[in-house]
């Protein structure tokens, strides 16, 4: 079965500290994607990756930085959180390719609940 | 203007009763398109494909309308357990294959 696993799933941090926020998926897939979501404003794409080592900024990138090592590894980090960044994060997989809509299907982990304090 | 849309809702209704969303998409070369369902405090997880014929599973119904640029979700006979965020997903289109998400229908199925 497709498993995406957000390692870390209730955080308690400090203002200024540095978070890492790991996601691991089973499904060889090429594409790895961080989002946030909130209230009222539905997810957020952070960063996504196609590739080992490749990144591309999403939508609201100020603020974090990503890694993506391994294939099956993709890290979201808070260099100096901020209360701000409060939220829960949702790590994503999909297989590559356009135009094919088996291919694309997101898969999502559980999720993680950041607090900043 | 945002690239998917949907009424946030809450769409309120009574057991068995039918209700339909609508999602509109701005980017006409959009490939391929899905609904995703939420639950309060979870991941969104996959609820169907929609495909050009439309798709159907068992009490659910997607439709898609390219011409007008929106895919609709029906949902027959509605239960307690319905209760939830559906999410409108739209992938590809020029190239890219970011997922685009709406911002969610909010669901509550009461007694």
């Known amino acids: 079965d497709v498993k995406v696993t957000q390692s870390s799933r209730y955080l308690v941090k400090r203002t200024g500290e540095k978070v890492f926020l790991e996601c691991v998926q089973d499904m060889d897939h090429e594409n790895m994607f961080w989002y946030r979501q909130d209230p009222g404003l539905g997810l957020r794409l952070i960063y996504f990756?196609?590739?080992?080592?490749?990144?591309e900024k999403g939508d609201i990138p100020e603020g974090y930085s990503v890694s993506r090592e391994k294939k099956e590894r993709f890290s979201l980090i808070l260099e100096s959180a901020s209360t701000n960044q409060t939220s829960m994060y949702l790590c994503a997989s999909s297989l590559p390719g356009t135009g094919k809509f088996s291919g694309n299907t997101i898969y999502f982990g559980e999720g993680s609940w950041l607090t900043v304090v | 203007r945002k690239e998917v849309e949907q009424d946030p809702g809450p769409f309120n209704v009574p057991e068995g009763a039918t209700v339909a969303f609508n999602c509109t998409y701005s980017n006409s070369a959009s490939q391929s398109f899905f609904w995703y369902r939420q639950d309060c405090r979870k991941e969104p997880k996959l609820l169907m494909s929609v495909y050009s014929s439309g798709n159907e599973d068992g009490r659910f119904t997607a439709q898609l309308n390219r011409a007008s640029q929106y895919i609709s979700l029906l949902i027959r006979d509605s239960k307690l357990s319905d209760s939830a965020t559906y999410l409108c997903v739209v992938n590809g289109g020029g190239g890219s294959y970011i997922p685009t998400f709406g911002r969610g229908t909010s669901l509550i199925v009461h007694p």
């Open positions: 990756s196609y590739d080992v080592k490749m990144k």
